[in-house]
């Protein structure tokens, strides 16, 4: 599955963005598709994820209630919707698929597939 990630941008705190995911050649059936962050100099870490099938979604609790994550089956794509953004959120923003279980989901390990990342820049 070759992944496509876009959307990101430099905007003021407070401000939103939404981020796209868009998957080339195959669908996300079957798949879980999640958003990871990393930060210079900091490991990768899990923002949200959303279930193709069926749609049950997770979230940090750094991003719950300011972010959400939701799908487009017509356009094979991943959406995070980010608001009330904050400059702890500046990060280089991936998105990724996995059939891990849902205790899985923010694992980076789990996740075999990943998109080139768009880069979210928060100004304070």
Known sequence: VQ????????????????????????TFSNYVVGWFRQAPGLEREFVAA????????????????RFAISKDIAKNTVYLQMNSLKAEDTAVYYCG??????????????????GQGTEVTVSS
């Open 50 to 65: 959303v279930r193709w099938s069926g749609g049950t979604t997770s979230y940090a609790d750094s991003v719950r209630g």
């Open 3 to 26: 992944l496509q990630a876009c959307g990101g941008g430099l905007v003021q705190a407070g401000g939103s963005l939404r981020l796209s995911c868009t998957a080339s050649e195959r």
């Open 97 to 114: 698929v996995t059939r891990a279980v849902y205790s899985s989901w923010s694992d980076t390990n789990m996740y075999y597939y990943w």
